[in-house]
């Protein structure tokens, strides 16, 4: 079964409104989650480093006052894309990693579709 | 902006036949590598890894190989299903760079019946 899970699967909002995603480790503690965005036929595109405790790292380009994340505990961490528009319409992916009985490994979310309208 | 869709590369097989898929890294630093299938829609799944001190990894099907001279990853699958049909991503990590990834371009795997 999943062991990180994304929530919402897919979601479509309005214009200039803001939107959570939810990254959930499901039976281990993650503490470094990442994200990443990925648009139709491209490859997967780190956003950010989500450290629990701390604030995020984002890669170069992404706003981080757009791109907001909050990774308060253990086992979950939040990417709220502020004040969407139509070109933040994508696939978003979250990965999270800790250690776990096989050990260090790295697990990845079932993806979160956003549609901005 | 706006984007400009791109197209994957395609390989294009016959149903058991094997498959080899290529993949160059960028950092010559990295010393962990993984293979991810994709299929549309959903989360990067594993596939297979391999760390820099080999350069020949087996799975079942799968064989990884790496040659860092040249920076190159491939991925052997043999005897191809049409369920292996999907987009498949060689991702490197650098040392010290805990579990972040840095993914490839991907290749779409179209396999024929």
């Known amino acids: 079964g999943a062991v990180v899970s994304q929530h919402p699967s897919w979601v479509i909002c309005k214009s200039g409104t803001s939107v959570k995603i939810e990254c959930r480790s499901l039976?281990?503690?993650?503490?470094?989650m990442f994200w990443y965005r990925q648009f139709p036929k491209q490859s997967l595109m780190l956003m950010a480093t989500?450290?629990?405790?701390?604030?995020?790292?984002?890669e170069q380009g992404v706003e981080k006052d757009k791109f907001l994340i909050n990774h308060a505990s253990l086992t979950l961490s939040t990417l709220t894309v502020t004040s969407a528009h139509p070109e933040d319409s994508s696939f978003y992916i979250c990965s999270a990693s800790g250690r776990r009985l096989s050990g260090n490994t790295i697990y990845f979310g079932e993806g979160s579709w956003l549609t901005v309208v | 902006g706006e984007s400009v869709g791109l197209h994957l590369p395609t390989l294009s097989v016959q149903e058991g036949d094997n498959s080899i898929i290529n993949c160059a890294y960028s950092n010559s630093a990295s010393d962990y590598f993984i293979w991810y299938k994709q299929e549309s829609g959903k989360g990067p799944q594993f596939i297979i890894d391999?760390?820099?001190?080999?350069d020949k990894r087996q799975g079942q099907r799968v064989t990884v190989l790496l040659n860092k001279t040249v920076k190159h990853l491939s991925l052997q699958i043999a005897a191809t299903q049409p369920g292996d049909s999907a987009v498949y991503f060689c991702?490197?990590?650098?040392?010290?760079?805990?579990?972040?990834?840095?993914f490839g371009t991907g290749t779409l795997l179209a396999v024929q019946p």
């Open positions: 991702a490197e990590n650098t040392a010290g760079a805990t579990n972040k990834l840095i």
């Open positions: 989500s450290n629990e405790g701390s604030k995020a790292t984002y």
């Open positions: 391999i760390r820099s001190n080999m």
């Open positions: 039976d281990f503690q993650a503490t470094t």
